[in-house]
Each structure stands twice: as structure tokens, then as C-alpha cells.
T-cell receptor
Framework: ETGVTQSPTHLIKTRGQQVTLRCSSQ?????VSWYQQALGQGPQFIFQ???????GRGNFPPRFSGLQFPNYSSELNVNALELDDSALYLC?????????????FGSGTRLTVV | SQQGEEDPQALSIQEGENATMNCSYK?????LQWYRQNSGRGLVHLIL?????REKHSGRLRVTLDTSKKSSSLLITASRAADTASYFC??????????FGAGTTVTVRA
């Protein structure tokens, strides 16, 4: 159903550790966005990358960083993990401006920080 | 902060009935999108309605948009058990992010 693949599916980390989440965008999609979804809430925008450059950022501290690669895969890195970072992390890709096409979301990575 | 707010928070209906949920937002938008999420997994794009459109249909889905009231509604007709999910509205006030509400949880009883 979805052309966006995220790995790993689940992850448990200890407070203070670092984590890297990966996303493989739908073929041809040059825009990738990352969202954090806490339990019972809607997704919150973290940042977006367009053609390997950060294109916008939400209200998240600098310890949340990202990369987008030429093959449209991307990473979300979180340093110095805190308990509140426990959430579902969603990657979404789109072909340029979402106003025309909407976003294709991956199934997410469930991160638990203990 | 979340731009869109869905109402109601939860909805329980019998299979075959219609389900209606509403979304209100705060700022001007380029478009409004509805997504479905099953069991806390990925979001599935359902429908996008642009700010100059008033109504849009897709299969059993009907979306309306009233920009003067900053509100939208999603109607699912002839509901099925497979429609059990959380539904989110998302607004696109600028070009680079979606702002989601907290969602409406729909349960369709057999």
C-alpha cells in the first residue's frame, strides 16, 4: 500500500543515548518530512528536507537533526534522548509541494525511551 | 501547537450508518487534507480539498470546506468495520508543513 519504508519498526533506548531512524521515500519524491506523534495526539512537524537541504523546521530542539540523501532516503537523528521523546516517528514523502499531491506516510518507528 | 481540532474526539456507530466528523482551524490555508490511521501506524491520505473548493467526493467519502467559518467536515457513508480508525484533518498554511489536529477515533460496530 505505501511506497515509504521506515526502519526499524520498534526501538527501545535508554535516556541519554542517541538514535538514528531511517526512511526510504517513495520513488521520485524529492521532499521528505518527519513527524513525531505522542500517544493519543496528532503528529507534530519536526522538519522537512527538499533536495537534501532543510526546508523548514518545527518547534523541536537542535538535538533533533536530519539528513536527506541523493537517493531520497533520509535519517532522523536524536541525541541525548529524554523520556518524553518516546513516540511514534513518522516519515512522509511528497512530490514537491504537498498542496498538489498530499503526503505518503510510512508505517512509523515506535521509539521507547526508558 | 495544533492548527486543526477535530470534533467529536470519539464516535461509535453501527455498520451501515454514516459517520460525520468536523475540523476547525485557526489561520488561512492553502488546502485541508484528511488522513486515516489504523492502530497507531502510518497515516493514509484520504482526500485533499483546496481553499477555493467547497465540496469534494472520493468513493464513500465526502468532504466539505467552509473557509469563512474555518471549518471542514468528513462524511463516511455506509460505514464498514474496516473504517474503524482514527481520522485526522491537516491544514497546509504554508508550503512546508502540515498541522494536524488530535483526531477523531471512529469505531464501527458489526
Amino acid at each position: 500500500e505505501t511506497g515509504v519504508t521506515q526502519s526499524p519498526t520498534h526501538l527501545i533506548k535508554t535516556r541519554g543515548q542517541q538514535v538514528t531512524l531511517r526512511c526510504s521515500s517513495q520513488s521520485g519524491h524529492n521532499t521528505v518530512s518527519w513527524y513525531q506523534q505522542a500517544l493519543g495526539q496528532g503528529p507534530q512537524f519536526i522538519f522537512q528536507y527538499y533536495r537534501e537541504e532543510e526546508n523548514g523546521r518545527g518547534n523541536f530542539p537542535p538535538r533533533f537533526s536530519g539528513l536527506q540523501f541523493p537517493n531520497y532516503s533520509s535519517e532522523l537523528n536524536v541525541n541525548a534522548l529524554e523520556l518524553d521523546d518516546s513516540a511514534l516517528y513518522l516519515c512522509a514523502s511528497s512530490l514537491g509541494d504537498s498542496s498538489n499531491y498530499g503526503y505518503t506516510f510510512g508505517s512509523g518507528t515506535r521509539l521507547t525511551v526508558v | 501547537s495544533q492548527q486543526g481540532e477535530e470534533d467529536p474526539q470519539a464516535l461509535s456507530i453501527q455498520e451501515g450508518e454514516n459517520a460525520t466528523m468536523n475540523c476547525s482551524y485557526k489561520t488561512s490555508i492553502n488546502n485541508l487534507q484528511w488522513y486515516r490511521q489504523n492502530s497507531g501506524r502510518g497515516l493514509v491520505h484520504l482526500i485533499l480539498i483546496r481553499s477555493n473548493e467547497r465540496e469534494k467526493h472520493s468513493g464513500r467519502l465526502r468532504v466539505t470546506l467552509d473557509t469563512s467559518k474555518k471549518s471542514s467536515s468528513l462524511l463516511i457513508t455506509a460505514s464498514r468495520a474496516a473504517d474503524t480508525a482514527s481520522y485526522f484533518c491537516a491544514t497546509d498554511p504554508n508550503d512546508y508543513k502540515l498541522s494536524f489536529g488530535a483526531g477523531t477515533t471512529v469505531t464501527v460496530r458489526a
